[in-house]
């Protein structure tokens, strides 16, 4: 965008694990009124409608690879495939953004299974596809209401992981640009900060937790964010400097122990009970069973989080497992139940449901809480934060009750703040982002950055193995000149001017995202945005 003022409107997708959404405002609306912002409160599910901000992660894709749906609607579509043995020839993805975490492997041919295992698509066209949709009806719901906006006068933001590596960053940004964003148009935001943010607008009233009087937008206010996501927790520390703006104290680190995890553990155990084989074929033969499973398990996940009840009863697809149970293992579901290490845990009623004791229940959620406590406290022995006395959860997953009361028995000394509105902080503190890109003045770095160079050749120095010949000049190559160092604070905008760097022009590698005015035959006299995320609009 040639005027950063002559945008009309910013639009942010929070593309999410386990849900996704988007929001928006008017740049007229946000000068007047910063949180009045709008996203869309109903996504259609077949015949009904659902009141949510957001609608699942999946995708359902016909035969020649082609959009059918997402969301809700790509949901109810493969379940009716499912029912009339149709889905065969369709792919249907769910939860797909994980495959970018802690992933060193990510190149544009990656490819990624769908639920049944059985095909193969590239994710790029997965994400490229989902990102098109979340755009196009955000653009169709404003065309509905008669606002015609262009893709061109929108400042778009894209929310990300702040512990995920550039490189997954990278992928994101390619198929957000792919999706049809227009690449001067795009942001990418990182989670905690955008829920950091938005937290900055919110009253006393509306950070549950806080004592009274207490206000975030205070200078010199230092807090921890914990942001909870389905996939991943990302825990970063901020301070309140001046000028509204805020100031990264400690890197962002984090795992892959979000909500989806407890998942994960639920079938781990009825692998146990029944063995990998049994859930395997319940998954490839008979999919709606499985889907059926999932969608109860998600239920009763989150009705034990205020239940005061001493069992959790479960609906299963008892015909489906039980027929599968003897014709694979010769032994019938009930045996295998009352014989598995869980018996007195877990148990079958008549009607072919399982009760479940709700103290076992809740060992599905532990690992998960146990890393993110693990986490904060990791942070929390560094000396130069002894000033943080509070902690602001934000994310889906820091409005499960198990969560809130464990960290805050964790951690009595600290205030536990989770504000109104949890789930939706990302979201709607991305749409304040992309009006004022500057809120954060500096940020700490995950890694050190450095460019590959080489230096005159010293024999007691260097290690031979390095030794080239440039140009008739001895010289030792792969040396990693540092620009700025692993947990080095490095303020928004730095630039490192006339950075003098000796390089072969055949041999040259960058690991930064680097202009270079003028290039000589030995040297690059070169302007390097030492950023990595400080500059949102790097391809990092």
């Known amino acids: 965008m040639e005027d950063s003022e002559k945008y ?8 999410g694990t386990t849900y996704s959404g988007y929001a928006f405002s008017m740049r007229s609306d946000f000068l007047k009124q910063p949180l009045d912002i709008q996203a869309n409160p109903v996504w259609k599910a077949g015949s009904q409608k659902f009141m949510s901000l957001k609608t699942p992660t999946c995708l359902l894709l016909d035969s020649k690879q082609e959009f059918v749906a997402f969301g809700f609607d790509a949901e109810d579509q493969w379940t009716d495939l499912l029912y009339e043995e149709e889905h065969e020839e369709y792919y249907f993805f769910e939860r797909f953004k994980m ?5 060193k492997n990510i190149t544009s041919g990656m490819l990624l299974e769908d639920v049944t295992e059985k095909k193969q698509l590239p994710a790029f066209d997965v994400f490229k596809l989902s990102i098109q949709y979340l755009v196009n009806h955000l ?9 015609v906006v262009r893709h061109n006068e929108v400042r778009w933001v894209l929310t990300v992981p702040a512990i995920w590596t550039d490189r997954a960053k990278k992928f994101m940004r390619s198929c957000a640009e792919a999706a049809g964003i227009p690449k001067d148009n795009l942001f990418l935001a990182l989670e905690p900060e955008t829920a950091s943010i938005f937290c900055q607008y919110l009253s006393t009233e509306k950070l549950k937790g806080s004592e009274p009087g207490f206000t975030m937008t205070s200078e010199g206010t230092e807090y921890m964010v914990v942001d909870l996501g389905g996939g991943t927790a990302d825990i970063t520390v901020h301070k309140k400097v001046a000028n509204g703006r805020l100031k990264e104290k400690h890197r962002a680190i984090g795992n892959d122990c979000g909500g989806t995890s407890i998942d994960k553990r639920f079938f781990e155990v009825f692998e146990e009970i029944f063995g990998n084989t049994i859930i395997n074929l319940l998954k490839k033969e008979c999919p709606i069973a499985y889907l059926d499973l999932v969608r ?12 005061n009840k ?17 014709k694979s293992l010769q032994k019938n579901l009930k045996s295998l139940l009352e014989n598995s290490p869980y018996s007195k845990e877990i148990m079958l009623t008549k009607g072919g449901k399982i009760r479940i004791s709700v103290d076992f229940f809740k060992t599905f959620f532990m690992p998960s809480i146990e890393g993110v406590i693990s986490l904060m406290r990791e942070i929390f022995r560094n000396k130069s934060l002894k000033n943080v006395a509070h902690v602001l959860i934000v994310g889906g997953f820091s409005e499960c009750k198990l969560m809130q009361d464990a960290v805050r028995n964790a951690f009595p000394d600290q205030r536990i703040i989770n504000p109104n509105e949890a789930g939706l902080s990302v979201l709607k503190g991305a749409v304040l982002f992309g009006h004022k890109p500057d809120y954060i003045q500096s940020r700490v770095m995950r890694c050190s950055y450095g460019v590959k160079t080489n230096l005159p050749w010293n024999e007691k120095k260097y290690d031979r193995k390095h030794y080239v010949l440039m140009d008739g000049e001895e010289r030792c190559d792969n040396i990693f000149s540092l620009i700025v160092e692993k947990n080095e604070s490095v303020e928004a905008g730095m630039i490192v001017k006339n950075l003098s760097l000796h390089l072969s022009k055949t041999r040259s590698v960058w690991t930064l995202w680097c202009m270079y005015p003028k290039r000589q035959q030995h040297q690059v006299m070169s302007m390097i945005r030492v950023t990595c995320f400080v500059n949102q609009q790097s391809p990092l």
């Open 99 to 103: 495959n970018l975490h802690n992933n």
């Open 8 to 15: 009309l409107m910013v639009a942010a997708l929070d593309f």
């Open 310 to 326: 001493t069992k959790v009863t479960m609906a299963i697809p008892f015909v489906a497992l039980d027929e599968m149970c003897q």
């Open 139 to 147: 653009l169709d719901v404003l065309k509905n209401q008669g606002n």
């Open 296 to 307: 109860e398990f998600e239920s009763q996940k989150r009705a034990v989080e205020t239940s």
